[in-house]
T-cell receptor
């Protein structure tokens, strides 16, 4: 189908490097944030989440940082591997019991062996 | 692996045909969603449901309809397919307000 949107930004890294993927969110009332990974031909999969009462959360090889002052979210991937190549989306939940998350544009991560 | 399924995975169909994309989840989630996504592009919400007999239109008007007669089933119907409907359709479900969505594998639709 036709789309008016822009293609996704791309981040290219070498295997073993650390990757940082950034996301700006829109609503200061958002209280829950999620990062998803979407591999080619598949649906998005949950990676890590963070609530607005936290600044940082760590998972296995991934860290999410939340800066509420500038409404910015980042995903750090340590020792990036070829299997990390995918599109990464951030999503915000706008609080107040909203069940409709808002997705960011996404970033395509390409890991070169 | 999430217990959410979509069929068919791939579909090629002629203009004007009526089609239904199936989505089922076995997690007992109340909230279900349909998104449209062109390759390498953003997700666009087309329909969602808060529970049985509840359906709402999303941001993108795609000339489609949905129904939610059972908790586990959320089919999407295109009454008359057009080439502009060519896209990937993703179904998702969610169990609570603060939790993440679980996505199906998607249906890639091509309308000729």
């Amino acid at each position: 189908g036709e789309s008016v949107g822009l293609h996704l930004p791309t981040l290219s890294v070498q295997e073993g490097d650390n990757s940082i993927i950034n996301c700006a969110y829109s609503n200061s009332a958002s209280d829950y944030f999620i990062w998803y990974k979407q591999e080619s031909g598949k649906g998005p999969q949950f990676i890590i989440d963070i609530r607005s009462n936290m600044d940082k959360r760590q998972g296995q090889r991934v860290t999410v940082l939340l800066n509420k002052t500038v409404k910015h979210l980042s995903l750090q991937i340590a020792a990036t591997q070829p299997g990390d190549s995918a599109v990464y989306f951030c999503a915000e939940n706008r609080g107040g019991g909203s069940y409709i998350p808002t997705f960011g544009r996404g970033t395509s991560l390409i890991v070169h062996p | 692996e999430a217990d959410i399924y979509q069929t068919p995975r791939y579909l090629v169909i002629g203009t004007g045909k009526k089609i239904t994309l199936e989505c089922s989840q076995t997690m007992g989630h109340d909230k279900m969603y349909w998104y449209q996504q062109d390759p390498g592009m953003e997700l666009h919400l087309i329909h969602y449901s808060y529970g049985v007999n509840s359906t709402e239109k999303g941001d993108l008007s795609s000339e489609s309809t949905v129904s939610r007669i059972r908790t586990e089933h959320f089919p999407l119907t295109l009454e008359s397919a057009r080439p502009s409907h060519t896209s990937q359709y993703l179904c998702a479900s969610k169990g609570s307000a603060g939790g993440e969505q679980y996505f199906g594998p998607g249906t890639r639709l091509t309308v000729t």
